[in-house]
Protein backbone atom coordinates (compact mmCIF):
# COMPACT_ATOMS: atom_id res chain seq x y z
CA UNK A 1 0.00 0.00 0.00
CA UNK A 2 1.45 3.27 -0.87
CA UNK A 3 2.51 5.99 1.97
CA UNK A 4 -0.83 8.34 0.13
CA UNK A 5 -3.74 5.41 0.16
CA UNK A 6 -2.76 4.41 3.74
CA UNK A 7 -6.03 3.25 5.49
CA UNK A 8 -7.14 4.03 8.92
CA UNK A 9 -7.71 1.58 11.55
CA UNK A 10 -11.34 1.36 13.56
CA UNK A 11 -9.04 3.23 16.39
CA UNK A 12 -8.31 5.91 14.04
CA UNK A 13 -5.07 6.59 12.27
CA UNK A 14 -3.50 9.17 10.40
CA UNK A 15 -6.39 10.06 8.61
CA UNK A 16 -8.49 9.56 11.59
CA UNK A 17 -11.52 7.55 11.06
CA UNK A 18 -15.41 7.52 9.60
CA UNK A 19 -17.93 8.14 12.65
CA UNK A 20 -22.09 7.37 12.02
CA UNK A 21 -22.00 11.16 11.93
CA UNK A 22 -19.01 11.98 9.50
CA UNK A 23 -15.02 12.08 10.42
CA UNK A 24 -13.23 12.43 13.48
CA UNK A 25 -9.00 13.36 13.71
CA UNK A 26 -6.59 13.34 16.57
CA UNK A 27 -4.38 16.22 16.46
CA UNK A 28 -1.78 17.57 18.51
CA UNK A 29 -0.78 20.83 19.07
CA UNK A 30 3.19 21.81 18.30
CA UNK A 31 5.36 24.85 19.20
CA UNK A 32 4.95 25.62 15.80
CA UNK A 33 1.30 26.25 16.40
CA UNK A 34 1.48 28.75 18.67
CA UNK A 35 2.50 32.54 18.97
CA UNK A 36 4.72 34.16 21.65
CA UNK A 37 2.04 33.44 24.60
CA UNK A 38 2.04 29.31 23.67
CA UNK A 39 -1.47 29.09 22.92
CA UNK A 40 -2.43 28.28 19.39
CA UNK A 41 -2.70 31.52 16.66
CA UNK A 42 -5.84 31.60 15.43
CA UNK A 43 -4.80 31.21 12.08
CA UNK A 44 -3.79 27.62 12.93
CA UNK A 45 -7.40 26.57 13.71
CA UNK A 46 -7.95 26.99 9.79
CA UNK A 47 -5.45 24.48 9.01
CA UNK A 48 -6.47 21.62 11.65
CA UNK A 49 -10.29 22.54 10.31
CA UNK A 50 -8.70 21.54 6.53
CA UNK A 51 -7.46 18.75 7.75
CA UNK A 52 -10.24 17.06 9.15
CA UNK A 53 -12.05 18.08 6.18
CA UNK A 54 -9.14 16.72 3.82
CA UNK A 55 -9.27 14.02 5.76
CA UNK A 56 -12.57 12.76 5.74
CA UNK A 57 -12.96 13.44 1.96
CA UNK A 58 -9.89 10.99 1.82
CA UNK A 59 -11.98 7.96 3.83
CA UNK A 60 -15.00 8.71 1.85
CA UNK A 61 -12.57 8.23 -1.55
CA UNK A 62 -12.36 11.52 -2.73
CA UNK A 63 -8.93 12.16 -3.12
CA UNK A 64 -7.53 15.76 -4.65
CA UNK A 65 -4.58 13.99 -6.97
CA UNK A 66 -7.37 12.42 -8.57
CA UNK A 67 -9.68 15.42 -9.03
CA UNK A 68 -6.44 17.22 -10.54
CA UNK A 69 -5.56 14.83 -12.68
CA UNK A 70 -8.90 14.91 -14.58
CA UNK A 71 -10.03 11.60 -13.27
CA UNK A 72 -13.74 13.08 -13.97
CA UNK A 73 -12.78 14.31 -17.33
CA UNK A 74 -11.10 17.54 -16.46
CA UNK A 75 -9.12 18.92 -14.02
CA UNK A 76 -10.81 20.12 -11.11
CA UNK A 77 -9.92 21.71 -7.55
CA UNK A 78 -12.17 22.25 -4.46
CA UNK A 79 -12.22 26.26 -3.03
CA UNK A 80 -13.59 27.62 0.04
CA UNK A 81 -16.32 29.54 -1.21
CA UNK A 82 -17.29 30.86 2.72
CA UNK A 83 -16.41 30.35 6.18
CA UNK A 84 -18.21 31.12 9.64
CA UNK A 85 -15.50 30.47 12.63
CA UNK A 86 -16.44 30.94 16.24
CA UNK A 87 -13.71 30.75 18.71
CA UNK A 88 -15.00 29.76 22.05
CA UNK A 89 -11.68 28.58 24.16
CA UNK A 90 -8.17 28.26 23.52
CA UNK A 91 -6.07 25.28 22.79
CA UNK A 92 -2.33 25.34 24.22
CA UNK A 93 0.90 23.69 23.48
CA UNK A 94 0.83 19.66 23.54
CA UNK A 95 -2.83 19.51 23.70
CA UNK A 96 -4.54 16.89 21.92
CA UNK A 97 -7.37 18.20 19.79
CA UNK A 98 -10.21 16.26 18.24
CA UNK A 99 -11.35 17.93 14.76
CA UNK A 100 -14.86 16.68 14.09
CA UNK A 101 -16.48 16.45 10.60
CA UNK A 102 -19.50 16.51 8.77
CA UNK A 103 -21.72 17.11 5.46
CA UNK A 104 -24.39 19.58 6.98
CA UNK A 105 -26.14 20.41 3.34
CA UNK A 106 -25.08 19.37 0.38
CA UNK A 107 -26.35 20.18 -3.40
CA UNK A 108 -25.26 19.63 -6.91
CA UNK A 109 -22.34 22.34 -6.68
CA UNK A 110 -22.06 23.17 -3.12
CA UNK A 111 -21.36 21.20 0.03
CA UNK A 112 -21.18 22.56 3.56
CA UNK A 113 -19.66 20.96 6.31
CA UNK A 114 -20.10 21.42 10.21
CA UNK A 115 -16.73 21.23 11.96
CA UNK A 116 -15.70 21.60 15.75
CA UNK A 117 -12.23 21.35 17.70
CA UNK A 118 -12.76 20.31 21.00
CA UNK A 119 -9.97 19.32 23.40
CA UNK A 120 -11.34 16.50 25.42
CA UNK A 121 -14.82 17.43 26.48
CA UNK A 122 -14.69 21.39 26.00
CA UNK A 123 -15.78 22.42 22.88
CA UNK A 124 -12.79 25.09 21.26
CA UNK A 125 -14.30 26.26 18.26
CA UNK A 126 -17.03 25.56 15.56
CA UNK A 127 -17.07 26.24 12.48
CA UNK A 128 -19.03 26.06 9.06
CA UNK A 129 -17.43 25.74 5.60
CA UNK A 130 -19.34 26.04 2.17
CA UNK A 131 -17.19 24.04 -0.31
CA UNK A 132 -17.41 23.78 -4.26
CA UNK A 133 -15.96 22.56 -7.06
CA UNK A 134 -13.86 24.51 -9.81
CA UNK A 135 -12.41 23.93 -13.02
CA UNK A 136 -9.16 25.18 -14.14
CA UNK A 137 -10.66 28.05 -16.21
CA UNK A 138 -12.26 29.22 -13.05
CA UNK A 139 -15.90 28.04 -13.72
CA UNK A 140 -17.97 25.91 -11.02
CA UNK A 141 -18.32 22.19 -11.71
CA UNK A 142 -20.93 19.77 -10.15
CA UNK A 143 -20.04 17.10 -8.33
CA UNK A 144 -19.75 13.37 -9.87
CA UNK A 145 -23.49 11.57 -8.88
CA UNK A 146 -21.83 9.03 -6.98
CA UNK A 147 -20.50 11.61 -4.13
CA UNK A 148 -23.90 13.23 -3.99
CA UNK A 149 -24.36 9.81 -1.54
CA UNK A 150 -21.66 9.69 0.06
CA UNK A 151 -22.39 13.20 1.11
CA UNK A 152 -25.68 12.47 2.35
CA UNK A 153 -25.77 13.83 5.65
CA UNK A 154 -27.73 11.00 7.92
CA UNK A 155 -30.77 11.43 9.11
Do not use: C
Not at 99 to 121: F, H, N, W, Y
Not at 128 to 148: C, D, K, Q
Request: no cysteine; aromatic share 8%.
Amino acid sequence: MSENNLSVSSAGGLAGELTPFGHRLLARVYYADTDFSGIVYHGRYLEFLERGRTDYLRLLGVHHSELADGKHGESIVWVVRRMEIDFKGAARIDDVLTIETRTAEISGARVRMAQIIKRGEDLLISATVEAALINSAGRPRRFPAEWIKLFQPES
